[in-house]
């Protein structure tokens, strides 16, 4: 664990970081730029996810469960949830046996519900894996750790922020920094009970004191990213942001192994960090929102404010 001392009025203008705001509006805004073209994947007349015509061709080599109508992949596989989801599950672990799909070889063994919005029923689960290739919508709980201690530097109580870097094993953005606890809602789970069981075990918070975490909004987006120069898939994500302050005499510990280490550090070290490129770009926009909520970023000092609180507000 590693803390750092802070200088005061760091955060004060946001005008030292203007690559950092434009390097995230790029980052997600890829679904805003011309020529970005998908089908939509429609089950039971509603639509579920968007899917990329190089991948939407492969989906249809398995008519039996995917069929190419109206301008749209319908999934025909399966009367109920539970036939759905088998018919899927064959369906990617041909391509996945075939390498035909190079995403998938990153498979976690998780499910995701699949469903039209957020409080819809399930129309059947999906290996997260290929959950970007169908371009269903992915649900996920980020948790803000933050304390006020002393700053010698700064003479005065600040407020810092618990971060972690992520372990160089992981499938993606391996070794780049965290929010404290972060994780993608299951099949099967709920936002609250996912973000206590991955601060438990990423990083060791105990269920008790995760449990006093605030839920303080939600961040959603939609942008593209690329397997190789021919297969592309739709990342369309709605995080739930909880703020936990924690108190002085707490320190995370390494869990699971998905988190390497922790850092205690001023927010104007967050933001260095988050300018020079170190932070998953996801967690980044939880960051900025952390900074917006507590009025350390300000529109008068911000000139691409309305477009990035866009870009965090996408409607999905």
């Known amino acids: 664990m590693a803390v750092a001392a802070g200088t005061a009025g760091g955060l004060g203008s946001a005008l030292g970081w203007p690559a950092a705001i434009r390097r995230l509006l790029r980052q997600f805004s890829f679904s805003q730029r011309p020529g970005f073209q998908c089908l939509p994947l429609v089950v039971e007349g509603q639509q579920v996810g968007l899917v990329m015509p190089a991948v939407a061709r492969e989906l249809r080599a398995f008519p039996d469960v995917f069929v190419e109508v109206a301008g749209g992949l319908e999934l025909r596989g399966g009367r109920c949830p539970e036939e759905r989801t088998e018919a899927v599950a064959g369906v990617l672990a041909q391509l ?12 976690r063994d998780e499910a995701y519900e699949v469903r039209p919005s957020f409080g819809a029923p399930a129309l059947f689960n999906v290996e997260r894996a290929a959950a970007a290739l169908l371009g269903v919508l992915q649900f996920g709980a980020h948790l803000n750790a933050f304390v006020h201690r002393q700053d010698d530097t700064a003479g005065s109580r600040q407020m810092f922020m618990w971060l972690a870097r992520r372990s160089p094993h992981k499938a993606t953005y391996p070794g780049l920094l965290d929010n404290l606890a972060a994780g993608g809602i299951s099949a099967g789970l709920g936002v609250k009970e996912t973000m206590v069981k991955e601060s438990w075990e990423e990083a060791r918070v105990p269920p008790e004191l995760a449990a006093q975490a605030q839920p303080v909004g939600s961040l959603s987006y939609t942008y593209e990213e690329m397997d190789g120069e021919e297969f592309g898939a739709v990342v369309r994500e709605c995080l739930f942001i909880f703020d936990l302050e924690v108190p ?4 995370p510990q390494v869990g699971d192994g998905e988190a390497q280490e922790f850092y205690l550090w001023p927010l104007d070290k967050v933001r260095e960090a988050v300018n020079s490129d170190s932070f998953k770009p996801n967690c980044a926009l939880v960051v900025v929102d952390f900074l917006f909520r507590h009025g ?11 477009e990035l609180m866009a870009v965090m507000h996408q409607a999905l």
Request: charged share 30%; net charge neutral; proline share 11%.
């Open 296 to 306: 350390l970023l300000h529109p008068d000092q911000e000139p691409l404010y309305p």
């Open 248 to 251: 002085e005499d707490f320190t």
């Open 96 to 107: 996945r046996t075939q390498g035909r799909l190079a995403r998938l070889a990153k498979w």
